[in-house]
């Protein structure tokens, strides 16, 4: 589009119609085709937007009235929705927010993937989606010289202070600020990233849903804690139930939230969970999702897609700690997983022997060489189950599946966009998508996991 085809300018005001939401939640309206996205705006609304950014295909825009309300609209019961960029949905009823998600992914694997003859079910939503997140990643650091902790305001690194967050566990927020209170007490200092001074950087919390069990994680920029026998004291005090107390120690200039060096300061090193019948040790730095409720209905999705009778022997490609494998297993003749984490590996084969398990072996490395290698030893998967990171899976490990011909594949997603290149590849090299389920992980926000069900064509 040329630029003096552009039909808005900065700072007009303009009546529109929004048509769709972008993936990351922004109202889609459109001008002689020319896209205007709005945050806060939702589909159906009739809307004055004042123009704020203008670039040549498309513009950004401010929400200043909405003269015809969604009927998905509501008030978002969070004080700071509108500053805190934790969430972006609160605005839209729950049931419009499932909806929404199961369009996002039909519309994803029709645009990218090219597949248009695929159900995709409505999305497994939660019966209370408030209160589910089993662990908390809080930035701590100072205003006008007090400590303060909370989250990020949107698109920035400035620290939008809090007391409770409503998509946080309760104890969690419980552990915040009893951490908080107590460094307040013994002077600590908060990081600040800008001058890259200051001692506490973050606090992370962990919680067992099932045994109720806590972690907590003070993330230092040195090894130096004032009053660090004191703190963990007056921790243990004021949060019977903790388990586990731990100091990470990150001393470089980065966004990443943990470092390299993790000493336990009182307790054990690891908390434990159950999802279904399955028991987790969770250490401070072991992936685990955050919404367990959501995640026994996942692998229980990921288990009857896998059709599993007890002769079959099962790939799990990216397994992280186990979770998938472990679940797998009750049912599986045997089990292998790669990950390329060796931590996460220790995590996995300890947490075979914790529920004695002894049909699943875990490898460390890349899943798109070390299946190739097992491939080459005589190992013949008749189902691989892929649970990649956002960036989906590496081309040669699809190669490597094209080889192979499992009967089927299972692919778990946390990114529909990912996911849509990764069916469409493997529809183009034997393989036939037959149903896709989306599911509610983080309510509220804009993600929304998936697991498809991939056969080999006959």
Not at 145 to 150: E, F, N
Not at 328 to 340: F, M, P, R, W
Not at 358 to 379: L, R, T
Not at 443 to 456: D, G, Y
């Amino acid at each position: 589009m040329k630029q003096e085809s552009v039909p808005v300018q900065k700072n007009q005001i303009v009546d529109v119609t929004f048509e769709d939401l972008t993936h990351d939640g922004a109202g889609v309206a459109k001008i002689n085709g020319f896209p205007i996205f709005v945050q806060r705006a939702l589909p159906g609304e009739a809307s004055k937007v004042k123009i704020i950014k203008v670039k040549k295909n498309y513009a950004f825009g401010r929400l200043m009235e909405t003269v015809k309300e969604s009927p998905f609209r509501v008030a978002a019961p969070c004080p700071i929705f509108e500053q805190c960029g934790g969430c972006q949905m609160q605005h839209m009823s729950y049931g419009g927010q499932l909806k929404f998600k199961q369009k996002q992914v039909q519309d994803v694997l029709e645009r990218i993937g090219g597949i248009t003859n695929v159900k995709v079910h409505p999305t497994f939503g939660m019966d209370e989606p408030w209160r589910y997140r089993n662990k908390a990643q809080v930035p701590f650091g100072e205003e006008e010289g007090g400590l303060i902790a909370g989250f990020y305001a949107e698109r920035s690194h400035r620290i939008i202070d809090m007391e409770a967050c409503m998509i946080q566990n309760e104890k969690n927020d419980e552990v915040i600020k009893v951490v908080k209170d107590i460094a307040k007490k013994y002077g600590v200092r908060g990081y600040d990233d800008q001058k890259h001074k200051g001692t506490l950087r973050h606090v992370v919390t962990r919680h067992g849903k099932k045994t109720d069990e806590l972690m907590v994680v003070i993330i230092t920029k040195g090894k130096e804690l004032p009053n660090k026998k004191n703190i963990v004291h007056e921790i243990r005090e004021a949060i019977p139930n903790v388990k586990s107390i731990v100091q990470n120690i990150n001393p470089k200039r980065t966004n990443v939230i943990f470092g390299d060096q993790t000493e336990v300061l009182w307790g054990e090193e690891v908390i434990y969970d159950f999802i279904g019948d399955i028991k987790f040790a969770i250490s401070a730095r072991s992936f685990y999702q955050v919404n367990p409720t959501q995640t026994e209905i996942l692998y229980n999705k990921t288990l009857e897609y896998a059709g599993l009778t007890g002769h079959e022997t099962v790939i799990d490609a990216y397994c992280g700690i186990g979770t998938i494998s472990l679940f797998l297993a009750q049912k599986a003749k045997h089990v292998y997983g790669v990950e390329i984490v060796p931590e996460a590996i220790t995590d996995a084969k300890n947490n075979a022997k914790l529920n004695n398990m002894d049909n699943v072996d875990f490898a460390v490395g890349e899943a798109e060489k070390v299946i190739p290698w097992w491939y080459s030893q005589g190992i013949r998967a008749d189902v691989i189950v892929v649970d990649p990171p956002r960036k989906g899976c590496d081309e040669a490990l699809l190669e490597t599946i094209a080889k192979m011909k499992p009967e089927r594949v299972v692919y778990v997603s946390c990114n529909p966009a990912t996911l849509a290149r990764d069916l469409k590849y493997l529809e183009g090299n034997g393989f036939e998508t037959k149903e896709v389920q989306p599911v509610d992980m983080f309510p509220h926000t804009t993600h929304v996991e998936n697991v498809a069900l991939l056969e080999i064509k006959n």
